[in-house]
C-alpha cells in the first residue's frame, strides 16, 4: 500500500522533467533539501504518500558565487556548510547568523536557507535576513529562471508564490557596499531548539560621515508573512542610526506587527518584543557597518 | 493506651473519628480491635502506611505497639 | 556505623559496571529488541478531550493487507473495571485527547499506522472539564458519573475524588500571635518527566497462555502484576524481562502498552512490539499535576512560626490519584510548628492521568510554601536561610504528617548553605538570589538480592531494580565494602521477574537503600559461609573465625598457625567445603530516611524580553552516606536542571478543546546544555540509622526547591513576586508591565 | 510498492540494503542492518538521541530519508571506538565523570562530541554547552556531561 518515491536529479532540466511526469501521473511530488522541515511534516501533520525530488545534487542549489555585483547562494546548502564559508561570513553575517540559528549542530547539518524559505513559516529565521539584504529568488521553471525578490516570495503561513513544477534555486544578493552591515535577531525562550517568537533583522549602509544613506528592516513572527517594513528603514536613512532613530524604527515595527497568540507568545508580547529586537539588532547592524567603512 | 490517629480517608470507616486510644500490643491487634469496632476498616488500613513512634511502615504486621505509642495512619507515599 | 573515613569501596567514584556497554552502543533499551516473525502495534488515540464512544468498528483496519488483528476495550476482560485497565483502553468515554481506542498489529509499523486511521469510531463529543476552577465548582460538568468524594455513598457526584486534611493546634490562635502574615495563591503548570526514552515493549504469548514481555519500566515486578490485572491472568503466566531504561523520573512506573501488546500477540500468536513515539508520550504518559497552592504564615517579628494554612488542589487527570496526599504531607514537613492546618484535593479533570514525578506532589505545595517563608523572609527583614534556621525541624520533631523525625539533615544543610562561598559571595548588581528547601520523605518496600562467587573469587550480584542513574556502580560498592574484595571484581545484573526475588520498583529513591540493603545482607550471607568454610578447612568451630579485609582469620587469641583465606582461595575450593557459595536476602525495607536540601540560585532578567537566565545554582543536599559521590551529585544536577526547567518553560499548554498544544520537544521545552550553568554541589552526610552505610535516598529531593528558588530569585531581581509557574518569558513581560 | 537499493558505508564497512522511501537513516541502520546503539527519542530532529556523522557531517538521522544515505559513509556510535586502541577519548571521559546516567541519550553526545573535538582543539564551555544544545539529557543536569568533554579536549591536546 506504500507508495513513495524517492528520486535524486542532477540537473535543472532532469528535475523539471521528473516533476512533470510525476504531475502527469497525478503523483504527489515534493521537492527535498535539507528535509527537515519536510521529514518532520511528513511524520506529524501530512503523512500521505509522494515522491521526494531531492535536489541536492544539482549544481544550481548547491554552488555560492560571489561576484563584483552580488553574491549568489544555492538554495539547498545546509547552513552549517554556509557558516563555514568565511567570505560570506564577512559580507553578509547577519544573514549567516540567522542561517545559523535553525536548530542544533545537527539540524544545520542538514537545514538549507532556501528550504527555511520554501517552508513558507511566519517564523522562518532566515527570511527576515534575506529581506533586509534584497535577495532576489531564483527559481526554476518549466519556461526557463525566473526572479522574485524574496519580501514577495510567502504569500501565507505556509504557502508560497511557487507553482506548477517549480522550485527555488537559490539567491542573488546584493553584494553589500563599503559600509553595510546587517544584523539579524529572535527572541526564543531557551537559547536554542526554539522556533522564533519574533526575529527582526536590519541592514544599513553609513556613509563616510555616519549617516545611514540606506536601510531595509524586516520582522518575522508577527504576522502571517515576514515582512519588509519600508518605514522602519526610511526612519533610519539620514539618521546616524542613534538611539532615537533606532526607537523610532522600533515603535514602526511594533505597529507593523500583526502578531497572534499562540502557544509560543501573546499579541503583546510580540508587538512589544519585534521593537525591541530591531532596536537591538539595528545597534550590531549600525556597528558593522562602521567598522566595514 | 496507645494514642492512634486517623487521616481524612479513613474518616468515613471512623464515622469521623480522629483520634482513639487503643489498648493493645502490636499492630495486628490493633487492626483487630478496630475492625471490630468499625467493619471495613481492615481493607483500608492494608493500603494505608502507618508510623509507630516516629517510624513509618508501609506494610506493618507483627510491629510492637506499647501503651504509650503512638500510632499515625498516613498514606503510602510511592515516589518517582 | 564506621567513620566514612574508614571505608575503602564506599564514596570512591569507580566507572560503573555496565558503562562500556552504554558508550558504545550496546546496552539494548526498550525499542532494541526484534524477534523473528514480530508484528507492530500502534494505537488509535481519541482527537476529543470528552466523548461518549457509541461504537467503534475495526473492520476497514482487519482488512488491509498486513495488519493480522485489531482491538478495542471489548477484547480484554470486562469484569476488570480499574482505572489502570480503562486507561489502557477507553471504555465507554474517551476521557481526554489522546485516550487510546483501539490498537492495530501489522506486518511494519507503517501499515499498522496508516490501518488505525481506517478504524471507524463514532463519538458523542462532550464538553471537556479542563481546569481546577472549572472542575471544582457546583453542577461542574463530570468527567466520572459515577464518583464520588472520598467513596461517600450518600455524597452527590462530584470531579473531587478525595480529601485530605492534617491540623495540629489552633491556627486562628497562631495567626492572631503573629506580627507579620503572608497570604498567597500559587500556580504550577502540569509537566511532563521527559524521559528521553518513549515507552516501548514487544509481547509474545504462547499457546498455553505464558506471556513473556520486554519492556523498558522502573518495576518489571510491577508491570507483571499490573498486566496479569488487566488481562484476568495469573501473575506466574507472565514474566517480564526489564531492557536497559531510558529514564522514568516515576513516568516509568505504570503501564500503558503492555497489556494490549499481550492480547495482540495472543491473537495473533506472532510477538508484538509497541512503541510509542514523542507525541503520544506527551499526550497519553503521565505528566505532573497541575495544582493551585494557597499558602497563609504568620511569624513573629523574631521570626517564629507561630501558624500555617494551606489549601491544595491537584489535578488528577482523567482518574482518581493525583499527589496530593504527598504534597499535603510534604508542604510544611521542614517546619516545627505547633499551629497548622492542611487541606488537600484530589480533582478529576479531562487530561491525561498523572504519574508520578520525582518527589511527586512536593514541588508544587513546597514551591507555595518556600515562596510564603521567603516573602515572610523579606517582610522580617531576615536572612532566607536563618529564617528557616529559626524554625527548622530537626531529630524529634514531630513532622507535620505525624512521626517524629529520627536524625535528619537539615539543619546541617541550612548551616553548610550559609557558610557555603557560593553563598557568602553576594550577588552582583542586576543579579537575583532565590533560596528554598527541599524535602522528600523515601521509601524502603521490599528488595531481593543474591550474591553469587565463581570459581576464581568474582562476585556477581543479581537483584531487581532496573538501574537508571548508576545504581549498579552503588550496589558492587556495597559488595565490595562489605566483603573486603576489590570493586573490579563484582558484577551487578537486573534480573527477569523469573530469575531474582521479588523486588519493588525503582522509584521512591529507594534502590540504593533499600535494594542495597539486601545486597549487604546476601554478601553477610556469603560472609558467613565462607567463615564456615575457612572453619572447616581449619578444623574450627566457626565462631572461631571471622572476616576481615576479605580473608577469613582465626579470631584473636584462637591458637592456630594458618594463613588467611582470602575470597578467592575459599571459592577455588569450594566444590570440596560444600558447593557453590551463594548468599541471599530478602527484605521489606523499613527507616528510609527523609532526605532534605537546601537549593539556591542566581538569576538575571532582561527587562525588555521577560527573560530569565540561570547565571548560578548551588545544591547542598543530606545523602546519609554517599556510596558513589559522582552519581549522589548526578542525582542532585538532574533534579535542579529538571526543577529549573519547570520553573522556566515547562508547561503543558491546552486549547479550548483539551487538546495539549505543544506535544512535542520543539514546544515543551526541557532545558538544553546552553541554557544552563555548573550545578554546584555539596552533599552533607548525617548517617541513616537504618542502613549499614547509613543510606539515604537521594534521588527525588533534589527536583522540590529549584521551584521556589528560582521563583524566589526572580523576586529578589524584580522587587516584586510572580506566584505562578513558569516564569517564561511571555509571563514575566507581563508582569513587569503590569507592575509599571 | 518498490524498495530501493541503498548502497552504503556504515563504520567502514560496506552496506547494500533494500528500504522505502519514506524510511528514515535511523530506520535503515536500526531495523534493516540492525545496528541499534542509534536510538530514537523524538522522531523530529528535537533530541539529538538519533545522532550520526552522515559523510562526516553531524546529523539527525530520523531526519534524513533512508535512500540519501546511498554513496555516502556514515558513522554511528558503534563506530567510535578502535578496535586497536579501545574506547575514544570522549567515551572513556563520559565514564571516568559519570557523565550518564540513564544512558539512552549517550550515543548521541557520544558522536556530536567526538564531531566537536575533531573540528576544535580547545574548546571553551560556552562552545561545548552551544554545540550539545541539540543533544537532550534529562537526567545528569548536562554538568558532567559538558565537564567530561572539557577533559576530553584537554586529554587530546596533551596527547597530541
Known amino acids: ?293 | ?80 | 556505623m564506621a567513620d566514612a573515613a574508614n571505608y575503602k569501596a564506599i564514596g570512591t567514584r569507580p566507572i560503573r559496571p555496565d558503562g562500556i556497554e552504554k558508550v558504545t552502543g550496546r546496552a539494548n533499551f526498550g525499542a532494541d529488541l526484534n524477534l523473528p516473525d514480530m508484528l507492530h502495534g500502534k494505537v488509535l488515540r481519541s482527537p476529543h478531550a470528552h466523548a461518549r464512544i457509541k461504537r467503534i468498528d475495526l473492520s476497514k483496519a482487519l482488512a488491509v493487507d498486513g495488519v493480522y488483528a485489531a482491538v478495542s476495550s471489548a477484547d480484554f476482560p470486562q469484569e476488570v473495571t480499574s482505572s489502570l485497565s480503562i486507561n489502557i483502553l477507553a471504555r465507554d468515554k474517551a476521557l481526554y485527547h489522546g485516550h487510546a481506542i483501539a490498537a492495530v498489529a501489522a506486518r511494519t509499523p507503517r501499515i499498522a499506522e496508516e490501518a488505525i486511521e481506517l478504524i471507524e469510531v463514532e463519538y458523542e463529543v462532550l464538553a471537556p472539564v479542563l481546569s481546577l476552577d472549572e472542575a471544582m465548582q457546583e453542577n461542574a460538568t463530570l468527567v466520572n458519573e459515577h464518583l464520588r468524594t472520598n467513596d461517600e455513598e450518600s455524597a452527590p457526584p462530584s470531579n473531587i475524588a478525595s480529601t485530605q486534611k492534617f491540623e495540629r493546634g489552633d491556627v486562628q490562635k497562631g495567626f492572631d500571635e503573629a506580627d507579620v502574615i503572608v497570604e498567597e495563591a500559587f500556580r504550577v503548570p502540569s509537566a511532563h518527566q521527559g524521559y528521553i526514552e518513549p515507552h516501548a515493549c514487544v509481547a509474545t504469548s504462547n499457546p498455553g497462555g505464558r506471556v513473556t514481555i520486554w519492556c523498558t519500566t522502573q518495576g518489571p515486578f510491577e508491570v507483571r502484576s499490573a498486566t496479569a490485572g488487566v488481562l484476568a491472568k495469573t501473575v506466574s503466566d507472565i514474566k517480564v524481562i526489564p531492557s536497559e531504561i531510558g529514564g522514568g523520573f516515576g513516568g516509568k512506573t505504570v503501564v500503558y502498552l503492555e497489556p494490549v501488546a499481550v492480547r495482540l500477540s495472543e491473537l495473533t500468536g506472532k510477538p508484538v512490539k509497541m512503541v510509542m513515539n514523542r507525541e503520544e508520550v506527551f499526550r497519553a504518559t503521565g505528566p505532573a499535576s497541575a495544582t493551585l497552592c494557597k499558602i497563609k504564615v504568620g511569624a513573629t517579628k523574631d521570626g517564629r512560626i507561630t501558624a500555617a494554612q494551606a489549601w491544595l488542589a491537584y489535578e488528577a487527570g482523567a482518574f482518581p490519584g493525583s499527589p496530593v496526599g504527598p504534597g499535603a504531607m510534604s508542604v510544611f514537613a521542614p517546619y516545627d510548628l505547633e499551629n497548622f492546618l492542611v487541606e488537600g484535593y484530589d480533582v478529576l479533570v479531562n487530561k491525561p492521568k498523572v504519574a508520578a514525578y520525582r518527589a511527586p506532589g512536593a514541588p508544587q505545595s513546597m514551591h507555595a510554601m518556600e515562596c510564603a517563608i521567603d516573602e515572610l523572609a523579606q517582610r522580617l527583614d531576615m536572612d532566607p536561610i536563618d529564617l528557616r534556621l529559626k524554625n527548622a525541624a530537626k531529630e524529634g520533631t514531630v513532622a507535620p504528617y505525624g512521626p517524629k523525625f529520627p536524625p535528619i539533615g537539615l539543619v546541617k544543610c541550612l548551616e553548610a548553605a550559609k557558610r557555603h562561598p557560593n553563598y557568602a559571595t553576594k550577588p552582583e548588581e542586576g543579579v537575583g538570589r532565590g533560596v528554598a528547601v527541599g524535602f522528600w520523605f523515601n521509601i524502603g518496600m521490599q528488595s531481593s538480592a543474591e550474591v553469587c562467587v565463581a570459581e576464581d573469587g568474582a562476585v556477581s550480584i543479581m537483584e531487581g531494580s532496573p538501574d537508571i542513574g548508576g545504581s549498579r556502580a552503588s550496589m558492587c560498592l556495597m559488595a565490595a565494602e562489605t566483603l573486603g574484595v576489590p570493586y573490579e571484581t563484582i558484577n551487578a545484573h537486573v534480573g527477569d521477574t523469573e530469575s531474582t526475588g521479588f523486588c519493588n520498583l525503582t522509584g521512591g529513591s529507594r534502590t540504593t537503600f533499600a535494594t542495597g540493603l539486601a545486597v549487604v545482607k546476601a554478601c553477610e550471607d556469603v560472609i558467613a559461609q565462607c567463615k564456615a568454610r575457612a572453619a572447616l578447612t581449619w578444623e574450627l568451630d566457626v565462631d572461631q573465625v571471622e572476616w576481615q579485609d576479605g580473608r577469613a582469620v582465626p579470631k584473636p587469641g584462637v591458637n592456630i598457625d594458618v594463613d588467611p583465606l582470602s575470597l578467592a582461595e575459599i571459592a577455588k575450593t569450594m566444590s570440596r567445603t560444600g558447593g557453590p557459595l551463594l548468599g541471599r536476602a530478602s527484605l521489606n525495607a523499613q527507616g528510609a530516611g527523609a532526605c532534605f536540601s537546601v537549593n539556591w540560585t542566581d538569576v538575571i532578567i532582561d527587562r525588555e524580553t521577560g527573560k530569565v537566565d540561570v547565571k548560578a545554582f548551588t545544591a547542598v543536599q543530606d545523602a546519609g552516606r554517599a556510596i558513589h559521590p559522582a552519581y549522589v551529585e548526578g542525582q542532585m544536577q538532574g533534579g535542579a536542571v529538571q526543577g529549573l526547567g519547570w520553573a522556566l518553560n515547562e508547561e503543558y499548554i491546552y486549547d479550548g478543546n483539551g487538546v495539549v498544544e505543544n506535544a512535542s520537544f520543539l514546544d515543551y521545552r526541557v532545558p538544553v546544555a546552553s541554557d544552563m550553568p555548573m550545578i554546584d554541589c555539596e552533599i552533607i552526610e548525617v548517617p541513616n540509622p537504618s542502613h549499614p552505610y547509613g543510606v539515604r535516598g537521594v534521588g527525588e529531593t533534589p527536583i522540590v526547591a529549584p521551584l521556589a528558588a528560582t521563583s524566589n530569585a526572580v523576586r529578589d531581581v524584580l522587587g516584586f513576586r510572580i506566584n505562578d509557574l513558569p516564569l517564561s518569558p511571555p509571563n514575566v513581560l507581563a508582569a513587569i508591565d503590569a507592575a509599571e | 510498492m518498490t524498495k530501493i537499493y541503498v548502497s552504503t558505508i556504515v563504520n567502514g564497512r560496506p552496506e547494500d540494503v533494500l528500504c522505502e522511501a519514506h524510511q528514515s537513516l535511523l530506520d535503515l541502520l536500526r531495523d534493516e542492518i540492525g545496528l541499534t546503539g542509534t536510538k530514537e527519542g523524538c522522531g523530529t530532529g528535537d533530541c539529538g538521541a538519533c545522532t550520526v556523522l552522515l559523510d562526516d557531517r553531524l546529523v539527525c538521522s530520523c531526519l534524513v530519508l533512508a535512500p540519501e544515505a546511498h554513496g555516502k559513509e556514515i558513522t554511528t556510535v558503534e563506530g567510535i571506538a578502535d578496535s586497536q586502541d579501545g574506547l575514544h577519548v570522549v567515551q572513556q571521559k563520559l565514564l571516568e565523570h559519570a557523565a550518564l546516567q540513564c544512558g539512552v541519550c549517550t550515543p548521541g553526545f557520544v558522536v556530536a562530541a567526538k564531531a566537536l573535538l575533531d573540528k576544535h582543539s580547545d574548546p571553551d564551555e560556552e562552545t561545548i554547552r552551544y554545540w550539545l544544545a541539540g543533544n537532550l539529557c534529562r537526567c545528569t543536569g548536562y554538568d558532567k556531561i559538558i565537564r567530561a568533554v572539557q577533559d576530553a579536549a584537554q586529554e587530546l591536546a596533551t596527547t597530541k
Open chain 2, 1 to 80: 493506651m496507645a494514642r492512634v490517629v486517623f487521616p481524612d480517608h479513613l474518616h468515613r470507616f471512623t464515622q469521623g473519628t480522629h483520634e482513639l486510644e487503643v489498648d493493645c500490643a502490636s499492630f495486628r491487634q490493633l487492626v483487630r480491635v478496630l475492625e471490630e469496632k468499625w467493619p471495613g476498616i481492615e481493607s483500608a488500613l492494608s493500603s494505608t502506611a502507618v508510623a509507630i513512634d516516629g517510624q513509618i511502615f508501609q506494610d506493618a504486621w507483627f510491629e510492637k505497639i506499647s501503651p504509650n505509642s503512638e500510632v499515625f495512619f498516613l498514606q503510602r507515599i510511592e515516589g518517582g
Open chain 1, 1 to 293: 500500500m506504500s507508495n513513495f518515491g524517492y528520486v535524486a536529479p542532477t540537473t535543472v532540466e532532469e528535475t523539471l522533467s521528473v516533476l512533470k511526469r510525476a504531475t502527469d501521473q497525478g503523483q504527489r511530488a515534493q521537492i527535498l533539501a535539507g528535509g527537515t522541515d519536510v521529514i518532520v511534516q511528513m511524520r506529524s501533520v501530512d503523512n500521505s504518500h509522494r515522491l521526494f525530488v531531492d535536489i541536492k545534487a544539482l549544481r544550481e542549489t548547491n554552488e555560492v558565487l560571489i561576484e563584483e555585483e552580488q553574491v549568489y547562494i544555492g538554495a539547498a546548502i545546509p547552513s552549517g556548510v554556509l557558516n563555514e564559508n568565511a567570505t560570506l561570513k564577512t559580507l553578509l553575517p547577519g544573514l549567516l547568523e540567522s542561517a545559523d540559528l535553525i536548530g542544533s549542530t545537527q539540524i544545520q547539518g542538514r537545514a538549507s536557507i532556501g528550504g527555511n524559505l520554501c517552508n513558507s513559516s511566519p517564523a522562518g529565521d532566515t527570511i527576515p535576513a534575506l529581506i533586509a539584504n534584497a535577495a532576489i529568488c531564483v527559481i526554476a521553471t518549466s519556461e526557463g529562471i525566473r526572479t522574485v525578490p524574496v519580501e514577495n516570495f510567502v504569500t501565507g503561513v505556509g504557502r508560497n508564490c511557487l507553482v506548477g513544477n517549480e522550485f527555488l534555486l537559490g539567491f542573488q544578493i546584493p553584494r553589500p557596499s563599503t559600509g553595510t552591515g546587517d544584523a539579524y535577531l529572535r527572541f526564543i525562550p531557551r537559547t536554542e531548539m526554539d522556533i522564533a517568537v519574533v526575529g527582526a533583522a536590519v541592514a544599513v549602509t553609513l556613509g563616510q560621515d555616519g549617516i545611514c544613506s540606506h536601510a531595509r528592516v524586516a520582522i518575522g513572527a508577527v504576522a502571517p508573512t515576514p515582512l519588509l517594513v519600508d518605514a522602519a528603514g526610511v526612519a533610519l536613512v539620514d539618521t546616524p542610526v542613534d538611539e532615537e532613530a533606532l526607537r523610532r524604527a522600533a515603535q514602526i515595527c511594533s505597529d507593523a506587527s500583526q502578531p497572534i497568540t499562540d502557544k509560543r507568545g501573546t499579541i503583546e508580547y510580540r508587538r512589544k518584543v519585534v521593537g525591541v529586537l530591531c532596536r537591538r539588532a539595528g545597534a550590531i547592524a549600525r556597528d558593522r557597518a562602521l567598522s566595514n567603512q
